[in-house]
């Protein structure tokens, strides 16, 4: 049993996407890595971004980082299930918040993963994070905001 639990509001839910697990994806358990399942939360992040028209790296060298990762399983997914990653976002503050995902299967609902990855607005130019952007804000209006956001 883990000793993380995540729950995520229905309503913090913005986007979703498909990936299938490659057979490249699979551990000597004959499951979906650890690794692997990292990089599809990523490549869901990517997407979920791209659909807003947020940029990684914008051209004002502002962009978002990632400053943490925590995921939960449920059950094991397996070569060539197709897994449906549902992303939104909550707990914002001045500075970033949380990108949270919700995985399961394609063919039967069943919850693989619950994950969130925290992440800050910074300058790469100046090496410091930077104030959330309003115009990122504003794309997400029913989003939670954490008490001390201002």
Do not use: W
């Not at 690794?35 to 971004?49: G, N, P, Q, T, W």
């Not at 990762?69 to 449920?74: D, I, P, S, V």
């Amino acid at each position: 049993m883990s000793r993380l639990i995540l729950h995520f509001p229905e309503q913090q839910f913005y986007f979703t996407t498909q990936l299938t697990v490659r057979i490249t994806d699979i551990n000597a358990g004959k499951h979906l890595a650890n690794d692997s399942m990292i990089s599809m939360i990523s490549e869901a992040r990517a997407r979920f971004l791209y659909q807003f028209g947020i940029e990684e790296v914008g051209e004002n060298e502002v962009g978002i980082i990632v400053t943490d990762l925590a995921t939960t399983y449920r059950t094991a997914a397996f070569a060539r299930d197709t897994l449906i990653f549902e992303v939104g976002l909550m707990d914002l503050n001045k500075y970033g918040g949380d990108i949270i995902f919700r995985i399961t299967k394609a063919r039967n609902g069943e919850l693989v993963a619950l994950a969130k990855s925290g992440f800050v607005f910074y300058h790469f130019a100046a090496s410091k994070v930077m104030p959330m952007p309003e115009d990122f804000r504003m794309r997400f209006p029913g989003v939670n905001c954490l008490p001390d956001y201002a």
